[in-house]
């Protein structure tokens, strides 16, 4: 299928999220759409899916123009989309899940489940998406989820498929499954719209790369541009990809753990006798597949989970299961791994969040009693020092933008005095010009004597961080390793080999 | 929240940046002030159709429009006498009557018969507006006191029995009474906070069983000697001695019922206005209320917030308890807050028109309060039943409670985006 959109325009309000967008996909294309949160990416989407109707511009599906009202008209146009947050039913079948809406069925309106099966087993074969019809859904994993998300759509026939940052939420090796299906869906014909702000993606899997910004389109670039110029085209500037950072001696130990074992909510032993330790002046980066206990690693370090056996020290002190409160008054910073969960309370307001853990410190309040002229007094700091982008300090945190939330919470960690900080995932979700800015505030704090531990799943980071990097496989420690170390041997560490790799 | 239309757009697409808003999309969409100001128009004109509908006079007039050339003229003048007499007796009973008011101004006497109206509404306010922000501290914790009546009831049944017990100084008596129905009431509070902190217990089901629990306690302790009005057999206690009562503002002689617990109303307004935006422990409930989990993992005692939570919501309610009875009856009996009068359900519905906050508690106790005493003006003056009133009530609240239909019908703001929006939302967002 062929899609053309002619100068799309959609508003809201006095706000323009696309200003006259020209694109056209080709069938059997893999077009990457790539730009910032926010530059309205989402939105085209959402138009060419039927969910917004633009005030301007039409889309053309070879060559007759189209306009739909609602999703279901593209769905019968052969448009399928895959949402960043599954559009499934987590207590039914793979199986009930594809087929619902268009259900089979025999005499008595009885769901025909045989007829259901069968129908997956067709259309999986053909692309090679492997799933089982009779797993439930939230059994499954979530590169098989959004494997199922994609058989939905290619079973009600869909010849272009919109994919919307289906990357955000997958492993590295669930990333590489997908992709390869990608590639075997743009060979047997399909048209693929993916959209992304990670640049090795596109630039792994793309056939053509535009690249939008503010709602416009900078231009269109073949997959053999380089990764400073997307990122600059997204930006609008030149960005600095590599962290500038230069080697500073480490100090004494801050944080040892000693043979920690945690257990997760289901009662399993998530952390499995984890020994580490982070110095002084030094970048400790954890690296691993998400789900092999750095959550729970975490959690167990801020004080929100209970530990079974071993210890945590800080500066020579016995912290084990010390309760949230106790680990913050000993110095812990902690940039939590999902900043809406656990970071912030959103419908607060930006200077309220800004002392969220600290509310009783001086000067923040006294003897009970708020002082709220010491608090706005901090939150104009903050939004000055670490350049947070908010209309005022008294809009709800809900209002900002993510990468902008994640300045408050580096805000407020960063400022009060630490003994060693805890940064789960500090950039997941941030645009290019975010990461980079978060990086360099971490970056400083290490050279200014604090030690860091970093925990991410994204290798790229890890690399550019870690001044060590240890490797988390399975609630175990697999190897830890100096950042000059190969991709592939790290690899082979998140993924449990025992092999020998030399360090230190 | 989703009474916020910026935030609902902000959260649903990850793309829309921060917009700017105008001064008059925040003053026509955001401020709770005027949606509720517009349920309140929406309440009286659903009234109006609720007395064209059950009035027999008025829907003769428009059944025999066609008789007459003025026929038509004529019903519209019958409709609106109707209605606007109901109205204006519902405005009379509870606020003032102008004539009589104006009298009073020029001839300096009675002064008692122009400010009944006022009066009574306040005294039924009083204790309103204590209970209210009982029920308001807790939901703004996150936690549904939905047993603040009972607490209440606890804390009418301890100030009473203080009250009665013996006979001592005001300026001691007073005090003592008061103090006796707050720890009534956190007695009763403490139930399900502990419950709640210590077993997981859902405090809706446990306050809402306590209740029952609570009112048979009423009639068990009524017929006991430790209460019992002596040498009766009904379920009535002794009075409270005059030294532990909320004396009236103007002396008994005035006939205006309006006591000195309206300055312990406002006192509790104070407090909990000062509580909510200024403590540090109301901090905590409030990021407690908004997200647990970074409440946890800010360091805040999810246990300790939660018991202490309700030993103050139902301290409060107690304390709405023993105002109602120091201030009015003076006694209580088998109905004290049982059906109608139960001012913590009330308390419930003021806490949601007031959303949670201090002065819009007291505004929405006043509204309350108002139709209450109004509407049996109007029942005496025109013979519509008090039941109007009541459908008033519950219209306001319908619509306070449904933002978004009221912009919809004053075209606040088109909302054409939004449905939308949200229906990309999954489930795993």
């Given at each position: 299928?062929?899609?053309?959109?002619?100068?799309?325009?959609?508003?809201f309000?006095?706000?323009?999220?696309?200003?006259?967008?020209?694109?056209?996909?080709?069938?059997?294309?893999?077009?990457?759409?790539?730009?910032?949160?926010?530059?309205?990416?989402?939105?085209?989407?959402?138009?060419?899916?039927?969910?917004?109707?633009?005030?301007?511009?039409?889309?053309?599906?070879?060559?007759?123009?189209?306009?739909?009202?609602?999703s279901?008209?593209?769905?019968?146009?052969?448009?399928?989309?895959?949402?960043?947050?599954?559009?499934?039913?987590?207590?039914?079948?793979?199986a009930?899940n594809?087929?619902?809406?268009?259900?089979?069925?025999?005499?008595?309106?009885?769901?025909?489940?045989?007829?259901a099966a069968d129908?997956?087993?067709?259309?999986?074969?053909?692309?090679?998406?492997?799933?089982?019809?009779?797993?439930?859904?939230?059994?499954?994993?979530?590169?098989?989820?959004?494997?199922?998300?994609?058989?939905?759509?290619?079973?009600?026939?869909?010849?272009?498929?919109?994919?919307?940052?289906?990357?955000?939420?997958?492993?590295p090796?669930?990333?590489?499954?997908?992709?390869?299906?990608?590639?075997?869906?743009?060979k047997?014909?399909?048209?693929?719209?993916?959209?992304?702000?990670?640049?090795?993606?596109?630039?792994a899997?793309?056939?053509?790369?535009?690249?939008?910004?503010?709602?416009?389109?900078?231009?269109?670039?073949?997959?053999?541009?380089?990764?400073?110029?997307?990122?600059s085209?997204?930006?609008?500037?030149?960005?600095?990809?590599?962290?500038n950072?230069?080697?500073?001696?480490p100090?004494?130990?801050?944080?040892?753990?000693?043979?920690?074992?945690?257990?997760?909510?289901?009662?399993?032993?998530?952390?499995?006798?984890?020994?580490?330790?982070?110095?002084?002046?030094?970048?400790?980066?954890?690296?691993?597949?998400?789900?092999?206990?750095?959550?729970e690693?975490?959690?167990?370090?801020?004080?929100?989970?209970r530990?079974?056996?071993?210890?945590?020290?800080?500066k020579?002190?016995?912290?084990?299961?010390?309760?949230?409160?106790?680990?913050?008054?000993?110095?812990?910073?902690?940039?939590?791994?999902?900043?809406?969960?656990?970071?912030?309370v959103?419908?607060?307001?930006?200077?309220?969040?800004?002392?969220?853990?600290?509310?009783?410190?001086?000067?923040?309040?006294?003897?009970?009693?708020r002082?709220?002229?010491?608090?706005?007094?901090?939150?104009?700091?903050?939004?000055?020092?670490?350049?947070?982008?908010?209309?005022?300090?008294r809009?709800?945190?809900?209002?900002?933008s993510g990468?902008?939330?994640?300045?408050?919470?580096?805000?407020?960690?960063?400022?009060?005095?630490?003994?060693?900080?805890?940064?789960?995932?500090?950039?997941?979700?941030?645009?290019?010009?975010?990461?980079?800015?978060?990086?360099?505030?971490?970056?400083?704090?290490?050279?200014?004597g604090?030690?860091?531990?970093?925990?991410?799943?994204?290798?790229?980071?890890?690399?550019?961080?870690?001044?060590?990097?240890?490797?988390?496989?399975?609630?175990?420690?697999?190897?830890?390793?100096?950042?000059?170390?190969?991709?592939?041997?790290?690899?082979?560490?998140?993924a449990?080999?025992?092999?020998?790799?030399?360090?230190? | 929240?989703?009474?916020?239309?910026?935030?609902?757009?902000?959260?649903?697409?990850?793309?829309?940046?921060?917009?700017?808003?105008?001064?008059?999309?925040?003053?026509?969409?955001?401020?709770?002030?005027?949606?509720?100001?517009?349920?309140l128009?929406?309440?009286?004109l659903?009234?109006?159709?609720?007395?064209?509908?059950?009035?027999n006079?008025?829907?003769?007039?428009?059944?025999?429009?066609?008789?007459?050339w003025?026929?038509?003229?004529?019903?519209?003048?019958?409709?609106?006498?109707?209605?606007?007499?109901?109205?204006?007796?519902?405005?009379?009973?509870?606020?003032?009557?102008?004539?009589?008011?104006?009298?009073?101004?020029?001839?300096?006497?009675?002064w008692?018969?122009?400010?009944?109206?006022?009066?009574?509404?306040?005294?039924?306010?009083?204790?309103?507006?204590?209970?209210?922000?009982?029920?308001?501290?807790?939901?703004?914790?996150?936690?549904?006191?939905?047993?603040a009546n009972?607490?209440a009831?606890?804390?009418?049944?301890?100030?009473?029995?203080?009250?009665?017990?013996?006979?001592?100084?005001?300026?001691?008596?007073?005090?003592?009474?008061?103090?006796?129905?707050?720890?009534?009431?956190?007695?009763?509070?403490?139930?399900?906070?502990?419950?709640k902190?210590?077993?997981?217990a859902?405090?809706?089901?446990?306050?809402?069983?306590?209740?029952?629990?609570?009112?048979?306690?009423?009639?068990?302790?009524?017929?006991?000697?430790?209460?019992q009005?002596?040498?009766?057999s009904?379920?009535?206690?002794?009075?409270?001695?005059?030294s532990?009562?909320?004396?009236?503002?103007?002396?008994?002689?005035?006939?205006?019922?309006?006591?000195?617990?309206?300055?312990?109303?406002?006192?509790?307004?104070?407090f909990?206005?000062?509580?909510?935006?200024?403590?540090?422990?109301?901090?905590?409930?409030?990021?407690?209320?908004?997200?647990?989990?970074a409440?946890?993992?800010?360091?805040?005692?999810?246990?300790?917030?939660?018991?202490?939570?309700?030993?103050?919501?139902?301290?409060?309610?107690?304390?709405?308890?023993?105002?109602?009875?120091?201030?009015?009856?003076?006694?209580?009996?088998?109905?004290?807050?049982?059906?109608?009068?139960?001012?913590?359900?009330?308390?419930?519905?003021?806490?949601?028109?007031?959303?949670?906050?201090?002065?819009?508690i007291?505004?929405?106790?006043?509204?309350?309060?108002?139709?209450g005493?109004?509407?049996?003006?109007?029942?005496?003056?025109?013979?519509?039943?008090?039941?109007?009133a009541?459908?008033?009530q519950?219209?306001?609240?319908?619509?306070?409670?449904?933002?978004?239909?009221?912009?919809?019908?004053?075209?606040l703001?088109?909302?054409?985006?939004?449905?939308?929006?949200?229906?990309?939302?999954?489930?795993?967002?």
């Amino acid at each position: 299928m062929r899609i053309e959109l002619r100068g799309i325009t959609k508003k809201f309000g006095f706000f323009t999220a696309n200003d006259q967008i020209d694109l056209i996909v080709e069938p059997g294309e893999i077009h990457c759409l790539l730009g910032e949160n926010g530059a309205g990416k989402s939105t085209l989407m959402n138009v060419i899916f039927g969910h917004l109707q633009p005030e301007e511009g039409e889309i053309v599906i070879d060559g007759e123009t189209v306009k739909f009202n609602n999703s279901g008209e593209a769905v019968r146009r052969r448009i399928g989309m895959v949402h960043q947050h599954f559009m499934l039913v987590p207590v039914f079948t793979v199986a009930e899940n594809v087929v619902l809406g268009f259900e089979p069925t025999k005499s008595f309106n009885r769901l025909d489940r045989k007829k259901a099966a069968d129908e997956i087993r067709r259309v999986s074969k053909e692309y090679g998406l492997e799933v089982d019809p009779d797993a439930v859904i939230e059994e499954l994993p979530i590169g098989l989820q959004q494997r199922v998300e994609i058989l939905k759509a290619l079973s009600q026939d869909a010849e272009l498929l919109i994919l919307d940052e289906p990357t955000a939420v997958l492993t590295p090796q669930e990333i590489e499954a997908l992709m390869a299906i990608m590639r075997s869906l743009a060979k047997a014909g399909k048209s693929i719209l993916f959209i992304t702000h990670k640049l090795k993606e596109v630039k792994a899997v793309g056939d053509v790369i535009t690249v939008i910004r503010q709602g416009k389109v900078v231009g269109s670039v073949p997959p053999s541009a380089s990764e400073s110029e997307l990122a600059s085209m997204m930006v609008g500037r030149d960005v600095n990809l590599t962290v500038n950072k230069e080697a500073s001696p480490p100090g004494e130990e801050v944080l040892e753990i000693r043979d920690l074992v945690v257990r997760d909510d289901r009662g399993l032993a998530a952390v499995n006798g984890v020994t580490l330790d982070v110095r002084a002046g030094e970048i400790m980066a954890l690296a691993g597949v998400q789900g092999n206990g750095q959550t729970e690693l975490v959690e167990a370090l801020a004080g929100m989970r209970r530990i079974e056996s071993g210890t945590i020290t800080v500066k020579g002190r016995d912290v084990t299961n010390s309760k949230p409160r106790q680990m913050l008054d000993r110095g812990l910073g902690h940039i939590p791994e999902d900043r809406q969960r656990d970071g912030l309370v959103l419908p607060m307001s930006v200077a309220d969040n800004l002392v969220l853990n600290t509310p009783r410190r001086a000067p923040f309040a006294r003897r009970g009693s708020r002082n709220l002229s010491a608090v706005d007094e901090n939150a104009l700091k903050q939004v000055k020092d670490f350049d947070i982008r908010t209309t005022s300090i008294r809009e709800p945190v809900s209002a900002l933008s993510g990468g902008n939330q994640q300045k408050v919470i580096v805000a407020r960690e960063l400022s009060r005095p630490l003994a060693f900080l805890v940064a789960s995932q500090p950039t997941r979700g941030l645009d290019v010009g975010s990461i980079e800015y978060v990086h360099r505030q971490i970056v400083n704090q290490r050279n200014e004597g604090l030690g860091v531990l970093i925990v991410s799943s994204e290798l790229d980071e890890v690399l550019a961080l870690g001044d060590r990097i240890a490797v988390m496989h399975e609630g175990r420690i697999t190897g830890v390793v100096d950042p000059t170390t190969s991709r592939e041997n790290i690899g082979l560490l998140m993924a449990g080999s025992s092999i020998k790799v030399d360090h230190d | 929240m989703t009474d916020n239309m910026d935030d609902v757009l902000a959260q649903a697409d990850p793309d829309t940046p921060v917009v700017r808003r105008s001064l008059w999309t925040r003053f026509s969409s955001k401020s709770p002030i005027v949606l509720a100001l517009l349920a309140l128009v929406l309440g009286f004109l659903i009234g109006a159709l609720v007395i064209i509908f059950s009035t027999n006079t008025v829907l003769d007039a428009w059944r025999n429009i066609f008789s007459s050339w003025g026929a038509p003229w004529d019903a519209l003048k019958v409709t609106f006498d109707n209605v606007g007499a109901a109205y204006r007796a519902l405005f009379t009973g509870s606020v003032i009557d102008p004539p009589q008011f104006w009298h009073s101004i020029v001839t300096g006497k009675q002064w008692d018969n122009s400010l009944t109206p006022i009066s009574e509404t306040l005294t039924y306010a009083t204790p309103l507006i204590i209970a209210g922000i009982a029920v308001g501290i807790a939901f703004q914790t996150g936690i549904f006191n939905i047993g603040a009546n009972g607490q209440a009831i606890m804390g009418g049944i301890a100030g009473c029995a203080v009250g009665s017990m013996i006979n001592m100084p005001a300026f001691i008596h007073i005090p003592l009474t008061l103090a006796a129905g707050i720890i009534g009431g956190v007695i009763a509070g403490a139930i399900p906070g502990f419950l709640k902190a210590y077993t997981g217990a859902h405090e809706v089901i446990v306050t809402l069983m306590l209740n029952y629990v609570i009112a048979f306690f009423l009639v068990f302790v009524l017929l006991s000697t430790a209460l019992q009005l002596p040498n009766q057999s009904n379920d009535i206690s002794r009075t409270m001695y005059s030294s532990a009562q909320l004396a009236p503002l103007f002396g008994t002689a005035s006939g205006l019922r309006v006591s000195y617990g309206i300055f312990i109303a406002a006192a509790v307004v104070y407090f909990a206005w000062w509580f909510l935006d200024r403590s540090s422990l109301g901090f905590d409930f409030r990021i407690t209320g908004n997200n647990p989990n970074a409440a946890k993992a800010s360091g805040i005692n999810a246990r300790r917030v939660v018991v202490v939570v309700f030993l103050i919501s139902g301290g409060l309610a107690g304390l709405a308890g023993v105002v109602q009875v120091a201030s009015t009856t003076h006694y209580v009996d088998g109905n004290f807050l049982i059906g109608n009068a139960g001012i913590g359900f009330t308390a419930i519905t003021v806490a949601l028109l007031g959303r949670n906050r201090p002065m819009g508690i007291v505004w929405g106790s006043l509204l309350f309060a108002a139709l209450g005493v109004g509407g049996r003006n109007m029942q005496a003056a025109t013979g519509i039943p008090l039941d109007l009133a009541t459908i008033i009530q519950s219209v306001v609240v319908l619509f306070v409670a449904t933002p978004v239909l009221v912009k919809e019908i004053f075209r606040l703001r088109s909302s054409s985006a939004q449905g939308i929006q949200l229906a990309t939302k999954g489930w795993s967002s």
